[in-house]
Each structure stands twice: as C-alpha cells, then as structure tokens.
C-alpha cells in the first residue's frame, strides 16, 4: 500500500517526525519527478542532457505543481542552515539516497536531503544522523540549500 505522505518509500517509518515533509505525490508532476530522477541518476551534463530529452518526449508541464493556499507555511521554529547551499551531489556513499524538496519561503531555490541506507536523514558533512539536537538544529543540520539557478 502506497503512502501517500512518502511515494517513493524513502521513509522506514512514515510516522518519523524527520520524515514528514517528503513531497506527496499529487504535489510532483510526472515530468518533474523523472527529471530529479534523470538529473540525480546521471548528474552533470547526461543528466541535463537527460532531463531534456524527456521534456522533448513528454512535453512542458502544463499546469506546475499545485501548492496549498497561500504556499507552505514556513516552519516556526526554522533556524538556518548549517550547510552552505550546494547542488544536489552526484555522489554518493553506498546505499545512500537524496530526495530534492520544492522552494518555500525559507529555501527559495529548494533544497536536497542526504538519507543513509538505513533511510535516516544525515548531515551531509559528516554523513551521519546528528545526534543530541533539537528536532529544529537536527533540521537545520540536514536541510541543503539549492543554490539560485545559474544563468547559461
């Protein structure tokens, strides 16, 4: 049975507090979620390559992602980022995943979220859970900004 609230399965436990802001499939196009896909498999230039060729295939994304009224609410308790906003990394450990997250209005440009082959999210600096924190540092600790897109 499908989760809605974790699509891909990335979760081992959908009740995890560090697992609830995973995108819910009817906020993902098809389209977006093969070129995450693409881009994330491939990286660099296949990956964009990639992506293209599948924008060629399946065409524009008529109508984007739907987000609630009013966009997502910002988090009360945000504290900024320990990471310095960084593209999605090409490589990764063994048995380790990212999942890229939609602009908010504290990560305008997205962010990306390292999970260990257990499914906990990691610090991507250490590449380990951080450990002993408040649910609002551990955030802070795992959250990635994308940096603003580059102009060609």
């Known amino acids: 049975m499908c989760n809605s609230s974790d699509p891909f399965g990335l979760c081992p436990d959908p009740k995890d507090p560090h697992c609830t802001d995973l995108p819910l499939v009817d906020e993902l196009s098809d389209r977006k979620i093969l070129q995450y896909s693409a881009s994330i498999a491939s990286g660099g230039t296949l990956g964009k390559i990639m ?38 990394p090409t490589t990764l450990p063994e048995g380790h995943t990212v999942r890229v997250g939609e602009p908010t209005q504290q990560y305008p440009n997205g962010y990306w979220r390292q999970y260990n082959a257990q499914g906990q999210p990691v610090n991507p600096a250490t590449g380990k859970p951080p450990s002993n924190v408040t649910t609002p540092q551990f955030q802070s600790q795992t959250h990635v900004p994308l940096p603003p897109p580059s102009n060609p």
């Open 51 to 88: 992506a293209n060729v599948i924008s060629f295939f399946i065409g524009e994304d008529p109508s984007p992602a739907p987000v609630s009224a009013g966009g997502p609410k910002p988090s009360p308790n945000f504290e900024t980022p320990t990471n310095p906003a960084q593209p999605v």
